[in-house]
């Protein structure tokens, strides 16, 4: 049996708020939608045996309609084509309060798609393959059962995979609060399984022979900068994996320019060593440290945004010299009233439609 392992997707993400002057989306949302058709349509490329989605399909637990649609049309598409998908819920798009429903449900309801959201130990039968899922679990009450659950339902047949979405070992996290901590299941459990398809960790990486993560098919921080997306083609029989690349928008965090004892005009000097071609539509991050007082102060923020005006995005973190009058503002992070309404949203823990509130609110904040 041949798998296509792919994973955080994110439907829905959006940040910056730029717009794509093709669709009138936000130009965030538009790449990540990009990249989720490019894996798309690699499957109907490959054909495998199986599709496998471990986990955080969408950013949000109450997706945007237009997420939702181009999930729901790619879905369709996988589907028509005969070809199993396995997929679970991620933290990302599970519920804190359980009577709120899950979109998963609608998932469900595809043929050839088997889509484990409920807290438990799913296991299905796709050829002769036992396919066990456990989804993101709220509370960790939840998890230990599932993984019980787990011992009781594994059967004599040779060939298993285990599918689930947290951190492995609590070694590979991505520090959100209510990230699951993946106990090793096989020493846990006893149970061998010939594949361990894994999802929330947003790097490829091998965590032990049978067991990998594929990373996630577009980045959500500078954090993921250094990172590659796409996605994992596993032969069961074989055991050989090869990861395929996708192409998505750069991330660069730039060198670190100390700035001690430099005056303004070397610092925009050096500054415009890094403005190379390499940051043409790419996020980009400029870290300025070590800041003399007065060359802080001379620092004009328009004329340093036009030697990156190539860029999609500047970031730009300062900080200045401490010193006993400015020590309660020593760093500054410059951005946009709209960014940093968007960004407190993001780190709001709410069920709410953040993406209109994120709209609404650059509305208001960018009037006059």
Not at 315 to 329: L, P, V
């Amino acid at each position: 049996m041949k798998l296509l392992h792919f994973s955080d997707t994110h439907l829905g993400f959006s940040e910056y708020y730029k717009i794509d002057p093709d669709s009138g989306l936000n130009q965030r949302e538009q790449d990540f939608y990009d990249a989720w058709h490019q894996v798309i349509d690699a499957i109907m490329v490959h054909r495998p045996d199986v599709v496998v989605h471990a986990g955080d399909l969408f950013h949000t637990p109450r997706p945007s309609n237009r997420a939702i649609r181009t999930a729901l049309e790619s879905i369709q598409k996988i589907s028509d084509a005969g070809i199993p998908l396995v997929i679970i819920a991620g933290n990302h798009e599970t519920p804190r309060i359980r009577t709120t429903g899950s979109i998963f449900e609608s998932l469900a309801l595809f043929p050839h798609v088997h889509a484990a959201y409920s807290s438990a130990c799913e296991v299905w039968q796709i050829n002769d393959v036992d396919f066990y899922c456990i989804p993101h679990c709220s509370l960790t009450e939840e998890m230990d059962g599932a993984f019980e659950m787990l011992k009781v339902k594994a059967r004599a047949r040779a060939n298993k995979v285990f599918v689930s979405h947290g951190a492995w070992g609590g070694d590979f996290g991505m520090g959100e609060f209510n990230e699951q901590r993946l106990p090793d299941v096989e020493v846990l459990t006893g149970v061998h399984f010939d594949y361990i398809a894994l999802g929330h960790y947003h790097r490829y990486v091998t965590v032990k022979e049978n067991a990998c993560y594929p990373g996630s098919t577009e980045r959500t921080s500078l954090n993921e900068h250094n990172s590659t997306c796409g996605y994992l083609l596993v032969d069961l029989e074989s055991g050989e994996r090869e990861y395929v690349g996708i192409a998505t928008r750069p991330m660069i965090k730039l060198p670190t320019i100390d700035c001690t004892g430099l005056t303004t005009r070397t610092i925009y000097d050096k500054m415009q060593e890094l403005a190379t071609p390499a940051v043409r539509q790419a996020i980009v991050q400029l870290v300025l440290k070590n800041i003399e007082n007065d060359a802080f102060l001379q620092l004009d923020v328009r004329q340093i945004d036009e030697m990156f005006a190539e860029a999609f995005y500047l970031e730009k973190k300062f900080s200045r010299i401490m010193t006993e009058s400015n020590r309660f503002a020593s760093h500054a992070k410059i951005e946009s009233l709209p960014i940093e309404f968007e960004r407190f949203l993001a780190r709001e823990n709410t069920e709410l439609d953040i993406q209109k509130i994120a709209q609404l609110g650059a509305h208001y904040l960018e009037s006059d």
